[in-house]
């Protein structure tokens, strides 16, 4: 699969692997300068082989069409929820922003999903002081700012509550965070909601896919593999 | 299996049809030239054209492989001869090694509502 029209939009969604009779994973990326590439050249290529590895890019970001709103976890979950209408029920592995949107779609369908990576979710407040984009934002990232609702979006976006993550109860759960990551304190978040979640903090900042690539890759097979998923 | 040159040039038409063929006719693309300094080839991009590799040669190019032995450094400062060269390697390995390209679930597009089929020539 390389592109799929869903809900009017033009998507790019890259697949890896083949179906082994364990879940496939699907990966969701962050926002700006995130992309089905964030997984392609980390984690994924490990992953699949053992597994079925879906890896879409959210509207605005690599491939897919820019499209003038729907950045808010609600319309991207329908998103998610039409990009993988083909698989069986699945495993989600999202970084940032995806992981907001694998809650949001794991609440709205239970049945599909059966178990949840987190990978530095925004679930806290967090000082982004010294942690902003580089002066020069150019190209894609500067056209998602200017020309889309994005910001206003992810502004008016609820942040994921501890009684939203508790909903989850019974779905095997993994939080990973960066040692240097502002959004470090979202593990003792979902640890607090979720007793049984698996928690990880690792060295790095917010892009542990990048920066703790090592560690991250075999974390992640481990869990899928003990998750039964 | 083919010679090397013929896989460079095969590797330098799906680079255009990535890139855009006014980007590439700057450029002399030859064995040496790096993906990421010297043709600015955005990370997606690189996806586009291993997406473009497993149509033209099949599952048995096995790239997700490739880019799974690896480390972050050596993904950056790839070249078009390091690539051409795996490829040519996995061409001329043994048939059994691997299924042929016609048998490849990747290489067609998915069954169901979901399914659409490639558009190659559109993001040239």
């Known amino acids: 699969m390389a592109y799929v029209r869903a809900r009017g939009i033009r998507f790019h969604v890259v697949d890896l692997g083949r179906d082994t009779g364990r879940s496939p994973v699907v990966m969701l990326h962050g926002l700006f300068t995130g992309s089905a590439a964030s997984w392609f050249f980390t984690v994924a290529p490990a992953l699949a082989r053992t597994r079925r590895v879906r890896l879409p890019d959210w509207r605005g970001h690599g491939l897919t ?53 987190l990978v530095d979710p925004p679930f806290v407040e967090a000082d982004l002081r010294g942690h902003t984009v580089p002066d020069v934002v150019r190209g894609a990232v500067a056209d998602l700012l200017t020309l889309t609702s994005l910001p206003s979006d992810l502004a008016a976006e609820p942040p994921v509550t501890a009684a939203e993550l508790a909903e989850l109860a019974g779905l095997p759960v993994l939080a990973v965070v960066g040692s240097g990551s502002p959004f470090r304190a979202a593990a003792d978040l979902v640890g607090q909601a979720l007793p049984t979640a698996r928690r990880h903090v690792l060295t790095g900042g917010h892009d542990l896919h990048i920066t703790a690539r090592a560690r991250l890759t075999p974390l992640l097979g481990a869990f899928l593999e003990e998750a039964h998923a | 299996m083919r010679p090397d040159n013929d896989v460079l040039a095969e590797v330098v038409e799906m680079l255009t049809e990535v890139v855009g063929e006014d980007f590439l006719l700057e450029q002399e693309v030859g064995p040496d030239t790096a993906f990421n300094a010297d043709l600015g080839l955005e990370s997606i991009e690189f996806v586009a054209l291993a997406e473009r590799l497993q149509r033209r040669y099949g599952r048995r190019i096995e790239f997700a492989a490739f880019i799974a032995g690896m480390d972050l450094d050596q993904i950056m400062n790839m070249t078009v001869g390091d690539l051409t060269a795996h490829i040519s390697a996995r061409l001329a390995a043994p048939a059994e090694d ?24 559109a993001y040239a």
């Open chain 2, 98 to 121: 691997a299924p042929a390209p016609d048998a490849a679930p990747d290489a067609v597009p998915a069954p169901g509502a979901a399914s659409a089929p490639a558009a190659p020539a």
């Open chain 1, 65 to 117: 069409e820019r499209t003038p709103t729907g950045y808010d976890t609600a319309t991207m979950a329908d998103d998610l929820a039409a990009l993988t209408a083909d698989l069986p029920p699945f495993a989600i592995t999202g970084h940032s922003y995806g992981a907001t949107v694998a809650v949001r779609f794991a609440r709205a369908h239970p049945g599909r999903t059966t178990a949840l990576a």
